[in-house]
């Protein structure tokens, strides 16, 4: 007798029984929640969570300028925090950050996601400044 296919059945049904496995196991990030979606709020922020970083402040020149910047780390990039627009202080968060145990301290933000100078803030005199993507912190929520 001639096969239709060029492998055996039972192989076949042990893929599809894979596959269908595979299909039932628990999802990553929001489903299974381990991540928590953003809320859009009235005014425009954002509700985050996430983890709270530090790096050492480079300048345009990739020097190290010997302090370190304070940053939200999200899946695709890590967001400057510009204390100057916000509503919170850098001690106002290190003292949220201090209350968590572990090498992860991830928080709960009220956000707004912005572009333009990180350096340079209002009634500075001009200069030069570092410019990407920044947020302007607005509550921390517990």
Request: hydrophobic share 35%; aromatic share 10%.
């Given at each position: 007798?001639?096969?239709i296919f060029?492998v055996?059945?039972s192989?076949?049904v042990l893929?599809?029984?894979l596959?269908?496995?595979?299909?039932s196991?628990?999802?990553?990030?929001?489903?299974?929640?381990?991540?928590?979606?953003?809320?859009k709020?009235?005014?425009g922020?954002?509700?985050?969570?996430?983890?709270i970083?530090y790096?050492?402040?480079?300048n345009?020149?990739?020097?190290?300028?010997?302090f370190?910047?304070?940053?939200?780390?999200?899946?695709?990039?890590?967001?400057?925090i510009?204390?100057?627009?916000s509503m919170?202080n850098?001690?106002?968060?290190?003292?949220?950050?201090?209350?968590?145990?572990?090498d992860?301290?991830a928080?709960t933000?009220e956000?707004?996601?912005?572009?333009?100078?990180?350096?340079?803030c209002?009634?500075?005199?001009?200069?030069?400044?570092?410019?990407?993507?920044?947020?302007?912190?607005y509550?921390?929520?517990?």
């Amino acid at each position: 007798m001639k096969k239709i296919f060029p492998v055996n059945l039972s192989c076949f049904v042990l893929f599809l029984g894979l596959l269908f496995a595979s299909c039932s196991t628990p999802k990553e990030g929001i489903e299974s929640g381990l991540k928590t979606p953003d809320e859009k709020t009235d005014r425009g922020t954002y509700i985050i969570t996430a983890p709270i970083v530090y790096k050492h402040a480079m300048n345009k020149r990739n020097v190290d300028m010997e302090f370190k910047d304070v940053y939200i780390q999200r899946s695709i990039q890590d967001y400057y925090i510009k204390f100057c627009e916000s509503m919170i202080n850098r001690n106002e968060l290190e003292r949220h950050l201090n209350k968590i145990s572990g090498d992860i301290k991830a928080l709960t933000l009220e956000v707004q996601f912005r572009e333009g100078e990180w350096d340079i803030c209002e009634g500075d005199p001009m200069k030069q400044s570092r410019i990407g993507q920044y947020v302007i912190v607005y509550r921390v929520i517990e």
